[in-house]
């Protein structure tokens, strides 16, 4: 698996069945792999490396879902021990169009865009919410801004068709993946633990 290309690892999935053969087969909402693409959101330099950060999303016909906000800012706590975060922020075209979010999980490289989504359904386990709001798990402030309008799983969910959320603890207790419906496979977003490091990106 690659993690150095801005343009994000390459898919190890596609899919081979056109949306209306899938209809055929009865499958309600049906999506092609162009219609996830990755977004470099952040990036953090270390003394010897640095790792990008990946936000997904997902053109479905009900509009656009947005998998994790990335960094739009940073603070100066953040950039300690040696570490150097940069926020790269989505383009304001993508931005106004997104009409649902879903955070993989609440790690502040994975949520500091939330802020700009008021309004907005947030979907978000319910454990990985509370563990959000204990000390020293995230930057509080990017998760719980004005407007913040979380929708709280307790597992399994179908948030719109053909788009599922579903629980994978690992990384952290409350991490959760997005399965969407291809037709033929279904196409997996996750967010993984980099060997050696604590932090994490999106990659499918
Ligand atoms: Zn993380």
Not at 26 to 53: C, K, M, N, Q, Y
Not at 97 to 115: E, K, Q, S, Y
Not at 188 to 198: F, L
């Amino acid at each position: 698996m690659s993690y150095g290309s801005p343009s994000g690892p390459t898919p190890r999935i596609m899919s081979h069945v056109r949306p209306e053969q899938a209809a055929e087969r009865g499958v309600d909402a049906v999506l092609r792999r162009d219609d996830i693409v990755r977004h470099l959101t952040s990036e953090v330099i270390f003394t010897d490396d640095s790792l990008p950060g990946f936000s997904d999303t997902i053109e479905h016909p009900d509009g656009l879902v947005l998998v994790d906000t990335g960094m739009i800012d940073t603070t100066p706590a953040l950039n300690e021990d040696g570490e150097e975060w940069h926020p790269h922020p989505l383009p304001d075209e993508l931005v106004s169009r997104v009409a649902v979010v879903v955070n993989t999980h609440l790690h502040f490289d994975h949520c500091g865009g939330n802020r700009l989504f008021p309004g907005l359904p947030i979907h978000v386990q319910r454990r990985e919410l509370a563990d959000a709001r204990t000390e020293d798990y995230t930057v509080r402030e990017w998760v719980d801004f004005p407007g913040a309008t979380y929708v709280e799983h307790d597992g399994e969910a179908e948030i719109l068709p053909g788009v599922r959320l579903l629980p994978a603890p690992g990384h952290t207790a409350g991490h959760q993946i997005v399965v969407v419906e291809s037709g033929y496979r279904p196409l997996v977003i996750d967010a993984i633990v980099v060997p050696g490091k604590t932090r994490t990106f999106a990659a499918r």
